[in-house]
């Protein structure tokens, strides 16, 4: 059993920058696959970034460039820098964990993740 905790989550212009943060209790991160998502109202919880068990790292098209994700192995944390924030970037943003499983692939789809944190809310103002 994961428990995830985001925070880091305000109220900041565009062009700003923003760092969440997703703490881990219960077993070790690195031993995951661990994602960023993001649910905008009215919209579908979407793939923002996810690091790979390996250390690997996945960005949805969008993000690449602006968004980084990393993984702290002594702290058990996962962070996203998210920099050049836009207006369309508002949403509540989430991490989740999930267990490796072949065929090995960094899981985008929110079905593919076993465990979630309860989220962290995002607003960019223009």
């Known amino acids: 059993q994961v428990q995830l905790v985001e925070s880091g989550g305000g109220l900041v212009q565009a062009g700003g920058s923003l760092r969440l943060s997703c703490a881990a209790s219960g077993r070790s991160l690195s031993d995951y696959n661990m994602g960023w998502f993001r649910q905008a109202p009215g919209k579908e919880r979407e793939f923002v970034a996810g690091i790979k068990w390996t250390s690997s790292t996945h960005y949805a098209d969008s993000m690449t460039g602006r968004f980084t994700i990393s993984r702290d192995n002594a702290q058990n944390t996962v962070y996203l820098q998210m920099n050049s924030l836009k207006p369309e970037d508002t949403a509540v943003y989430y991490c989740?964990?999930?267990?490796?499983?072949?065929?090995?692939?960094?899981?985008?789809?929110?079905?593919?993740?076993?465990?979630w944190g309860q989220g962290t809310p995002v607003t960019v103002s223009s």
């Open positions: 989740a964990a999930a267990r490796p499983a072949p065929p090995y692939a960094m899981p985008t789809f929110s079905r593919e993740y076993d465990y």
